[in-house]
């Protein structure tokens, strides 16, 4: 089952934050976070195991709450560059499939 | 060091018409997954090989069939077209397999328009 992710879209200023959440109705082993610009091929940004840790990649880091089966990605300070469609991808238990969601699309405008 | 590779870039078919895509993946990734993207469903999972086997299988049609080389090249193939095949189709290759958190790359994808 897709893992849903809010919100849909999303319009900041540069410099501003957002969060985006992904949440799944089954336990989870793994989500892993894509970005793709359009036009172009998705991008890896980073995976979380279960376990509730929180990465970083330059001023975007992740959280993945294992009991809620939620993860959400926090863009700080936002750049131009940040714009795409983000992708939350994830592998449950059982661990069969990749799964993603359906997208969050942010536009950062100067 | 390569991406990952896809061709043809466009295809335009018709219904009923049978399609070939074909995938390199970045030297020495042994795992190729392909995905159905459409601005409707978003990414879909379609398979996934390793090593010469298909691991996983998402819920597609039987219509959907792939195959993996031994170099690790793969071709996923499409018969009998409906109008609902158009799409973009990636591919990704990864290091390791999928359930083993593999970071995928992803190529630029085909994107198969059915008339």
């Known amino acids: 089952q897709q893992p849903v992710q809010s919100p849909q879209a999303v319009i900041l200023r540069e410099g501003e934050d957002a969060v985006i959440n992904c949440s799944s109705s089954?336990?989870?082993?793994?989500v892993h976070w894509y970005r793709q610009k359009h036009g172009e091929a998705p991008v890896f940004l980073m995976i979380?195991?279960?376990?509730?840790e929180q990465k970083g990649h330059d001023k975007i880091s992740a959280s993945f709450n294992e009991k809620k089966q939620q993860s959400s990605l926090y863009l700080t300070a936002s750049q131009l560059s940040y714009s795409g469609t983000y992708f939350c991808g994830t592998i449950n238990n059982a661990g069969n499939m990749l799964t993603f969601g359906g997208g969050t699309r942010l536009m950062v405008k100067p | 060091k390569a991406g990952v590779t896809q061709t043809p870039r466009y295809l335009i078919k018709t219904r009923g018409q049978q399609v070939t895509l074909s995938c390199s993946p970045i030297s020495g990734h042994r795992s190729v997954s392909w995905y159905q993207q459409t601005p409707g469903q978003g990414l879909q999972f379609l398979f996934e090989?390793?090593?010469?086997?298909?691991?996983n299988k998402g819920n597609f049609p039987g219509r959907f069939s792939g195959r993996q080389f031994s170099n690790s090249r793969s071709e996923m193939n499409v018969s009998t077209l409906e109008l609902g095949d158009s799409a973009l189709y990636l591919c990704?290759?990864?290091?390791?397999?999928?359930?083993?958190?593999?970071?995928?790359?992803f190529g630029e994808g085909s994107r198969l328009t059915v008339l």
């Open positions: 990704a290759s990864s290091l390791r397999q999928l359930t083993d958190t593999g970071e995928l790359f």
């Open positions: 979380l195991l279960k376990g509730g």
């Open positions: 090989y390793f090593s010469e086997t298909q691991r």
């Open positions: 089954k336990a989870l082993y793994s």
